[in-house]
């Protein structure tokens, strides 16, 4: 007879119930499972698509703890448009909600054509990487 099952934010589960309980679980080697991982990190850009012309976007992205951050711009044949790096702890670094602007520039400073672009934010050491699209109108 088991009674209850519990189960601690740890995955460690415990259990009421009399010395059957303790037999079954020697018996069956009852193992705990760490809960799943919680997503970590969200991106998005507003407003998508933007008129790169008169306007620019906002990207926004939720880090789990501070770290280094680089984001990448592609278009869909997979070319480099642009590429950002912020450093831990500094804007764009830190730990929960960072935001900055891109008014859809390339790494020359020309503007982008017209289309879909793919926006990858890498922070490996918050445990991050989020992809999201863009789209560029004129």
């Given at each position: 007879y088991i009674g209850h099952t519990l189960a601690d934010a740890q995955g460690n589960l415990y259990m009421?119930?009399?010395d059957n309980a303790a037999?079954?679980?020697a018996k069956y080697s009852v193992k705990t499972v760490p809960p799943p991982p919680?997503?970590?990190c969200a991106a998005f850009n507003y407003p998508n698509p933007f008129n790169s012309r008169n306007s620019a976007t906002t990207m926004h992205y939720v880090l789990p703890k501070a770290g280094p951050v680089q984001i990448t711009i592609f278009n869909l044949v997979g070319n480099?448009?642009?590429t950002?790096?912020?450093r831990m702890g500094e804007a764009g670094g830190r730990a929960g909600v960072n935001e900055f602007q891109w008014d859809g520039t390339d790494s020359l400073g020309r503007k982008v054509v017209q289309g879909?672009?793919?926006a990858l934010v890498s922070a490996q050491a918050a445990g991050?990487?989020?992809t999201f699209r863009l789209?560029?109108?004129h």
């Open positions: 009421s119930g009399n037999a079954w679980l919680l997503p970590s480099v448009a642009k950002w790096s912020f879909m672009y793919i991050c990487e989020a789209g560029v109108r």
